[in-house]
């Protein structure tokens, strides 16, 4: 069933939002397409409906937020973005937006009880912190080589939301197993 115009604007003021904040919290300036925004949030919304429809109430937090990432990249909301203070268009903006998104909410859901059963029950102080730590260090390896060769990789090949999901689960284990006893 297709999102009712009540939740389309609520995800839609939520994604807004989000877009905004990750933005800003990385001293870029952007301007979004309001008709794009909200074709990502349908696209989204149906594929959570046939993901619904095969697993009902099991789909993984990292499949949610890759299927975000995906539509993010895919459709392209935001039509412009710049550093503050510069005038030089940031191309890739979109992708870089779904890896800022990703991270943000991987973050969000380690602690959540909707996080998957992997990353909950490892047992770690400060998880969130120590977690968000482990992404940078991911992201920075070998001088940003993992984070630009992901931009690229979402700019210009095909990567479905399948394919994020499993480099969300990758980094997830990852995390798990450098911070568990595992045998």
Not at 81 to 108: G, M, T
């Amino acid at each position: 069933m297709p999102l009712n115009p009540a939740e389309q604007d609520r995800h839609y003021r939520a994604l807004h939002n989000l877009l905004f904040e990750v933005c800003e919290e990385k001293n870029v300036q952007i301007e979004l397409s309001q008709p794009k925004l909200v074709d990502a949030i349908v696209h989204y919304g149906r594929d959570m409906e046939k993901l619904d429809d095969h697993q009902g109430s099991q789909i993984s937090v990292n499949k949610r937020i890759a299927g975000l990432m995906f539509w993010i990249r895919r459709i392209k909301p935001i039509s412009f973005a710049c550093k503050v203070n510069s005038e030089e268009e940031i191309q890739d903006i979109n992708e870089q937006v779904a890896v800022w998104l990703a991270h943000r909410l991987l973050l969000v859901y380690c602690e959540n009880e909707h996080a998957g059963r992997i990353i909950r029950d490892c047992n770690v102080a400060n998880k969130r912190s120590e977690f968000n730590n482990y992404l940078r260090v991911h992201w920075m390896l070998d001088n940003w080589f993992n984070y630009s060769s992901l931009v690229y990789s979402l700019r210009y090949r095909n990567f479905s939301p399948h394919h994020l999901a499993i480099l969300l689960d990758t980094l997830t284990t990852g995390f798990v197993i450098k911070n568990t006893h595992v045998i």
